[in-house]
């Protein structure tokens, strides 16, 4: 069965420094992981994918994250964090071909100024 | 365009009571997906309609939640007779046909539902 695991319900960042979330899966057959983000009041919106492709995949708003087998992981990162970047970031994992999407209970940035 | 819209964005109603969410997604969405988000776990999969059909309920929770998407239009998901556990956020997404991977997912802001 699929899993996500995102360590650390809560990370705060000061403004400029390095963003990492982590995020760990499981799944019995290749994944397409996917990170997700929600503003205050707004939706879920899609921030990137990896769907077999390159490891290294880049998103909206400066955000990057590598897709690594041997550590089950695809973490997330931005080199410079901004005050708009606060948010709630989810990292979600499907089965290729599965129209589910299950996601992990999310982690909340703040953004030190 | 005009994005995945969800009423009401908040609902309070006491245990027992009847409430219906709805969900009108994107124009030409076939799918419809309903997800739910008890406070401090994750969002969880509900089911997911393909135009009228329900093609996977799935993480229906119990058959007291009945959701329905007559004419492949807007969708509705009713609670009857609602319980405190039933709380949280729930959300609609919607995406074209064809993309089941759901590379193009798009999501509404969501419900607010509390049950006292």
């Known amino acids: 069965a699929q899993s996500v695991t995102q360590l650390g319900s809560h990370v705060s960042v000061s403004e400029g420094a390095l963003v990492l979330l982590r995020c760990n899966y499981s799944?019995?057959?290749?994944?397409?992981l996917f990170w997700y983000v929600q503003y205050p009041n707004q939706g879920l919106q899609l921030l990137l994918k990896?769907?077999?492709?390159?490891?290294l995949v880049k998103g909206i708003n400066g955000f990057e994250a590598e897709f690594k087998k041997s550590e089950t992981s695809f973490h997330l990162t931005k080199p410079s964090a901004h005050m708009s970047d606060a948010a709630e970031y989810f990292c979600?994992?499907?089965?290729?071909?599965?129209?589910?999407?299950?996601f992990g209970k999310g982690t909340r940035l703040h953004i030190l100024p | 365009e005009a994005g995945v819209t969800q009423f009401p964005s908040h609902s309070v109603i006491e245990k027992g009571q009847t409430v219906t969410l709805r969900c009108d997604p994107i124009?030409?969405?076939?799918?419809l997906y309903w997800y739910r988000r008890v406070m401090g776990k994750e969002i969880k999969f509900l089911l997911h309609?393909?135009?009228?059909?329900?093609?996977?309920e799935s993480g229906m929770p119990n058959n007291r939640f009945l959701a329905e998407r007559t004419g492949g239009t807007y969708s509705t998901l009713k609670v009857q007779p609602a319980e405190l556990e039933d709380s949280g956020v729930y959300f609609c997404?919607?995406?074209?046909?064809?993309?089941?991977?759901?590379?193009?997912?798009?999501f509404g802001s969501g419900t607010q539902l509390s049950v006292l």
């Open positions: 997404a919607s995406s074209q046909v064809g993309f089941g991977r759901n590379e193009k997912l798009f």
């Open positions: 799944s019995s057959v290749p994944p397409y």
């Open positions: 990896y769907t077999s492709a390159a490891t």
């Open positions: 979600a994992v499907s089965e290729g071909g599965d129209d589910k999407i299950i």
């Open positions: 124009s030409g969405h076939d799918n």
């Open positions: 309609f393909v135009k009228e059909s329900k093609q996977d």
